[in-house]
Structures are given as structure tokens and as C-alpha cells.
């Protein structure tokens, strides 16, 4: 079933990082439900225009739009500051940007590879940072967009930022698998701490997003770059809509009968399109030693987020 389909939710607050693509059809899809939305990315004219498409096909949203560069750790804390400033809770955060497959190494403001500082670091931070925010909901839910994709990564502690060797899928794959790690692993210190936090992940199977479009330029990089050049032809029998591979994330952050740390995608083979059910995860997504491991390392690179948030005293709502 669509998140839509169910009652509305007329009085929440979403932040959707993203606005184009798998983003804005996240974030189209909680205006629909009643849901507020802070639509957040680095482009002020794209995002301005999702903001305005969004308002005008659904009347009465209640859709913003702020500066956030995942890639900037002084951005993510400036936006999390004003996010603060001006409301008073956060009940629902989808970390839904990234990049996919750079074909060269690049870094982020902050020096991590570009992959793993933005999908996963930037994630983490902006979290951490919005923890106070979310603690006052009543029942926060954060949703981490992560891929198919994790079923192949492996956390190199021995080379996270791809300094000895760059790979550009297993980059990509590394910071996906983060991503679920990391939903699992907030949902255990939710719990342990009593921060109140529904954590989740979904993934949108294989869905015509921009994500793909802005991946891996001109189809370099070896036999990955083959088998992209190959896209166009598999992606009419294999894909689904971007507005269909939203579906899983809008039913983690909206179903009234979801599971704590729980994982959603499409339910048809191989889970690369269909409706949302609980998706398998894989490898060390499961390995807690990892999970803790990699927090330490997160805790540490982005100056200690959580641990700073921790320690805000809090109302809830």
C-alpha cells in the first residue's frame, strides 16, 4: 500500500534532503498526506522550483525550502541551528541525497571521499545535529535511503576515504551499506539512551532517479562503465518510476504498522520494483561490532553530534 493511501497526518514536520528525483517525489508524497515539508539541498533555484511544483499540485502544502550541503559539515550544522530557530520539533527526517559512483575521486569541504562524506558522514552529522529537534516529537521516525547496493559493500576500515584505491562502485556500495548500518545501529542507541526514535531504512529498488543520472559521467570506469552504457536498454524491462521507488521510503516514514529498525523496498524480484514490504538485509549490516565501530569512527570525524545532542535536556510535544 501507498503511504498515501492511508489517514492523513495533518500537523507533522518532515525534512526530506533532496529535491529532485527520489526527493522530491518523498517529499510530494508527505505534502499529500497533510504532512509539512522542509525540502533541503544545495541549489536554491532547483529547490525553489520543487517547492513551488509541489504547492502547486497539491493545495494547502505546506512546503519550505533551506540550504543544506551534505558535503560541508559547517552547512549541515548552520542548517540544523536554523531548522531549530524556527520550529520548535522535527517528527520526521528522510536522508534521502547521495551520490552515486563518481568515476574519479573527489572530496568533500571536510577532505572525506565525496561517497562516503556525503551519503553516509553528512547523513550521520545532520542527524546528530537535529536530535534535539527530533527528541521533542513524540514519535520521531528517521529513514535512511540506502540500496540494493549494500548486498555488495564491505566497510574497508583499512581505507574508508579510497585514499590507497578508488573505486567508484565500491565506493558507492560502502556508503550504502553505511547508510543501513547506521539506521540499525541508531534504532539499538535509541533504545539504549531513550531518545524516543523510530529508526528505519528503505530503498528504491531500481527507480529512474537523478541519482543515476548524476552517477558515473559518460560511462567511464572499465566494466562498470559497460554495463552502464547498458542502462537504457535493461531500464524499461527492469526499473520502475521514480515516483513508484519512493514508495518503500514514504511507507517507512508514514505506516502506522512498520517495525523499529525496520528495511523497506519493492516487493517483486529480486526486490528491483513492486509495492513496499520488508526487504532483507544483508552481510555486515547485521554484525553489531561494525556497526559500533563505524559510530566511533562517525562520532569522531564529524565532531561528535550525537554526543553533543545527547546531552540537551528535553520536552517532548
Excluded at 10 to 34: C, M, N, P, Q, S
Excluded at 82 to 100: C, E, P, S, T, W
Amino acid at each position: 500500500m501507498a503511504a498515501t493511501d492511508g489517514p492523513p497526518q495533518i500537523g507533522k514536520l518532515a525534512i526530506v534532503t533532496g529535491t529532485g528525483g527520489l526527493g522530491f517525489e518523498t517529499a510530494l508524497g508527505l505534502a499529500r498526506a497533510g504532512i509539512a515539508v522542509v525540502l533541503a539541498g544545495r541549489d536554491p533555484v532547483k529547490g525553489e522550483d520543487a517547492r513551488a511544483r509541489i504547492a502547486a499540485a497539491v493545495t494547502g502544502a505546506s512546503v519550505s525550502f533551506m540550504r543544506l550541503d551534505l558535503a560541508s559539515l559547517a552547512s549541515v550544522a548552520a542548517f540544523a541551528s536554523a531548522f531549530a530557530a524556527r520550529h520548535d520539533r522535527l517528527d520526521i527526517l528522510v536522508n534521502n541525497a547521495g551520490v552515486m559512483a563518481l568515476p574519479a575521486r573527489k572530496t568533500t569541504a571536510d577532505g572525506f571521499e565525496m561517497q562516503f562524506g556525503t551519503n553516509f558522514l553528512g547523513a550521520f552529522a545532520l542527524t546528530g545535529h537535529l536530535l534535539p529537534s527530533l527528541r521533542r516529537s513524540s514519535a520521531a521516525r528517521v529513514v535512511q535511503l540506502s540500496s540494493l547496493a549494500h548486498r555488495r559493500g564491505r566497510i574497508d576500515f583499512d581505507d574508508l576515504q579510497g585514499e590507497r584505491r578508488y573505486r567508484p562502485w565500491k565506493a558507492y556500495c560502502q556508503s550504502k551499506l553505511a547508510m543501513l548500518i547506521f539506521a540499525l545501529e541508531l534504532q539499538r542507541r535509541s533504545d539504549r539512551h531513550g531518545w524516543g526514535l523510530t529508526s528505519l531504512a528503505a530503498h528504491p529498488g531500481w527507480a529512474t532517479s537523478d541519482l543515476i543520472a548524476n552517477g558515473p559521467a559518460n560511462g567511464r570506469g572499465g566494466v562498470s562503465g559497460l554495463l552502464w552504457r547498458l542502462v537504457p536498454l535493461l531500464a524499461p524491462l527492469l526499473s520502475q518510476s521514480t515516483a513508484a521507488g519512493a514508495l518503500p521510503t514514504l511507507y517507512a516514514a508514514t505506516a502506522a504498522d512498520v517495525a523499529k529498525a525496520g528495511y523497506y523496498g519493492p516487493d517483486g524480484l529480486r526486490e528491483v520494483k513492486g509495492l513496499p514490504a520488508p526487504a532483507a538485509i544483508i552481510g555486515e549490516a547485521n554484525d553489531h561490532a561494525v556497526a559500533a565501530r563505524l559510530w566511533d569512527i562517525a562520532e569522531q570525524s564529524t565532531g561528535s553530534p550525537f554526543a553533543n545532542a545527547a546531552a540537551t535536556p528535553i520536552s517532548r510535544t
